[in-house]
């Protein structure tokens, strides 16, 4: 076949045959010359090369730009997540250590409580239960005659260094006081400081006298193995009356019986349909007498318990010009905080110390 192309006509066509972009015909004629001419030949491949070259290079510079990218977004993405780390360990620093949570009644222990200046003043002395927690910004909030103390809890630091706290509330026209608001704990009330034995008691308050553990709970809260010694239990709760029987061990002296007093009238509160408590003991200098003639047994009902109370209430409102109510029923004195802090009262004074 002729080859009828010239070599100004094939260098026109170069370009587009390194590209691939000549028809089929025009390619083979090109082709043809290229056997031929070895200028043409050399112009060729010349253009050709360079192409490659630069696509490598390209290349390269791409590859590369991409992992310069990569590495920076890797750096920035760490450095954002260090960022945001620091941010949150700083906010939950400033949370525990300054700014603190608002006061837990349950977490603060009442040391001391004393009613001062004349009875115009309740003097409390404050501490953490938490050796690892403070307080800060205490404050009191009076509304309706009722102040209620308030506080931030924080963890120990330099900043704040200690649980402790002692609190001057004035008592002026002010008929309760509470610690952490009337969501927390009742302190004091109609010239009364509410002691948190009451409150733990008043929590282990149970309706039935089958219940075993709650049972057990008051026992250990009014700690009648410490004051009176080692006892034995049974439960009469197959009908009527329900009885708490406690079988003692040790002998007991007058203190002891008041002492069992103070504790049986306690318990006939706390339990709805405890009827009465009987025990058994021996008397002191029983020792060396007749089994029958050492054990003396004995009873407090329920009934017997709230007359002797409603006794002593009118005695202590004649002597104290107080107007404290008398309830016929001893299961009212554990139906609050005050009227249960009463009937401790009255018994401390009349049943414990007097006779």
Same mark, same amino acid.
């Given at each position: ?41 050399? +112009? ?9 070259? *630069?696509?490598? =290079? ?8 991409? +992992? ?10 760490? %450095? ?11 906010? %939950? ?11 837990? !009644? ?5 040391? !001391? ?5 004349? /009875?115009?003043? %309740? ?21 309706? /005659? ?18 402790? !706290? ?26 009364? !400081? ?21 049972? /057990? ?24 009356? &329900?009885?708490? =029987? ?18 049986? &009238? ?29 054990? +003396? ?16 209430? *009118? +005695? ?21 905080? %005050? ?10 004074? &009349? ?5």
């Amino acid at each position: 076949m002729k080859n009828d192309l010239t070599c100004g006509v094939v260098r026109d066509l170069l370009p587009s045959y390194v590209e691939n972009l000549l028809g089929e015909e025009s390619k083979e004629a090109v082709d043809r010359h290229l056997e031929t001419c070895p200028e043409c030949r050399e +112009r060729k491949e010349d253009m050709a090369a360079p192409t490659g070259a *630069e696509e490598t =290079a390209e290349a390269a510079k791409e590859v590369d730009f991409l +992992r310069r990218v990569k590495k920076g977004t890797v750096k920035k993405i760490a %450095l954002a997540v260090v960022c945001t780390a620091l941010v949150v360990l700083g906010g %939950l620093a400033l949370k525990v250590f300054v700014i603190g949570t608002p006061l837990q !009644a349950q977490s603060v222990a009442v040391i !001391a409580e004393e009613i001062q200046d004349g /009875g115009s003043t %309740l003097f409390l002395s404050l501490s953490s239960i938490n050796s690892g927690n403070a307080f800060h910004g205490w404050r009191l909030e009076t509304v309706d /005659g009722v102040t209620s103390i308030y506080a931030r809890d924080v963890m120990v630091s330099p900043i704040h260094r200690t649980g402790d !706290a002692q609190i001057y509330v004035p008592l002026n026209f002010i008929q309760e006081v509470w610690l952490g608001g009337r969501s927390g704990r009742l302190i004091w009330a109609d010239g009364l !400081a509410i002691s948190q034995k009451t409150m733990d008691l008043l929590e282990a308050k149970t309706p039935f006298c089958g219940d075993v553990p709650a049972l /057990g709970r008051i026992a250990e809260l009014l700690e009648i193995s410490q004051e009176l010694g080692p006892y034995a239990t049974t439960l009469h709760t197959s009908s009527q009356p &329900y009885a708490w =029987a406690l079988e003692f061990r040790d002998t007991f002296d007058t203190k002891d019986w008041r002492m069992l007093r103070f504790c049986a &009238y306690q318990m006939l509160a706390l339990v709805g349909n405890l009827d009465q408590i009987n025990y058994s003991y021996r008397p002191e200098g029983g020792v060396g007498r007749t089994a029958v003639d050492q054990l +003396r047994e004995g009873s407090v009902s329920a009934g017997a318990a709230a007359r002797v109370l409603a006794g002593l209430t *009118e +005695r202590h409102n004649e002597e104290h010009n107080t107007n404290w109510p008398v309830h016929e029923s001893i299961k009212e004195y554990a139906e609050s905080p %005050l009227e249960y802090q009463r009937m401790v009262t009255l018994m401390n004074e &009349y049943l414990i110390y007097r006779q």
